[in-house]
């Protein structure tokens, strides 16, 4: 079974700064996707990215960005120039290319932005 | 910008007692699921229903729950006889297609046995 790992319960970051939430998963499949959602308290989650597997070239949604490491089935989210709005619960999430089409979460990671 | 609504936002019942959560998909998605999440622990898929049945569903998705669209609006999750492990917070979403990128999420519904 496909299983997610965000390893940081917490963080927080400076406005205007950069900030880097790791997530890991383990997968035999080959072909599959991965999500950055974000919850915003008592809010809906929305989609912040997605990365193709097959894709080489790592996703891009403005200030957001991944690293996706495949070999180390390692997917995090890069957050730049941080702003107030982006104080949210993140979540990571798998989901297979055929098959099930369900998404595996993370535990997620809530982040603080300080003034 | 058309979103999934979940109503009750917090509902309260007793060990043993049945309850229904209520879900508005996006109007024209086709694709509807629920999921849940424990406090503390991880968002978990439940059930994802297609035309009128199941299309999945997880082993948490035994016989005490069951899904139903019984109208052109509302997808409902049932509880038939709730324990105390049943206390989450719930979630539904929706998509157009089956591979659909996104699932559009619902705000979930606070679910406290007692």
């Known amino acids: 079974a496909q299983t997610v790992t965000q390893s940081q319960p917490e963080m927080s970051v400076q406005e205007a700064e950069t900030v880097t939430l790791s997530c890991t998963y383990d997968t035999s499949e080959s072909d599959y996707y991965l999500f950055w959602y974000k919850q915003p308290p008592s809010r809906q989650m929305i989609l912040v990215i997605r990365q193709e597997a097959y894709k080489q070239q790592n996703a891009t949604e403005n200030r957001f960005s991944v690293n996706f490491q495949k070999a180390a089935k390692s997917f995090s989210l890069k957050i730049s120039d941080s702003q107030l709005g982006d104080a949210a619960m993140y979540f990571c999430?798998?989901?297979?290319?055929?098959?099930?089409?369900?998404?595996?979460f993370g535990t997620g990671t809530r982040l603080t932005v300080i003034p | 910008e058309p979103e999934v609504t979940q109503t009750p936002s917090h509902q309260v019942t007793q060990m043993g007692q049945e309850v229904i959560l209520r879900c508005v998909p996006i109007s024209n998605h086709l694709y509807f699921y629920w999921y849940r999440q424990i406090l503390g622990q991880k968002v978990e898929f439940l059930v994802s229903?297609?035309?009128?049945?199941?299309?999945?569903k997880s082993e948490i998705f035994d016989d005490q729950f069951s899904v139903e669209r019984p109208d052109g609006s509302n997808f409902t999750l049932k509880i038939r006889s709730t324990k105390l492990e049943d206390s989450a917070m719930y979630f539904c979403?929706?998509?157009?297609?089956?591979?659909?990128?996104?699932?559009?999420f619902g705000p979930g519904t606070r679910l406290t046995v007692t």
């Open positions: 229903f297609y035309n009128n049945e199941i299309s999945e």
């Open positions: 979403a929706s998509s157009y297609y089956r591979i659909s990128y996104e699932q559009y």
């Open positions: 999430a798998y989901r297979s290319a055929g098959g099930a089409n369900n998404l595996f």
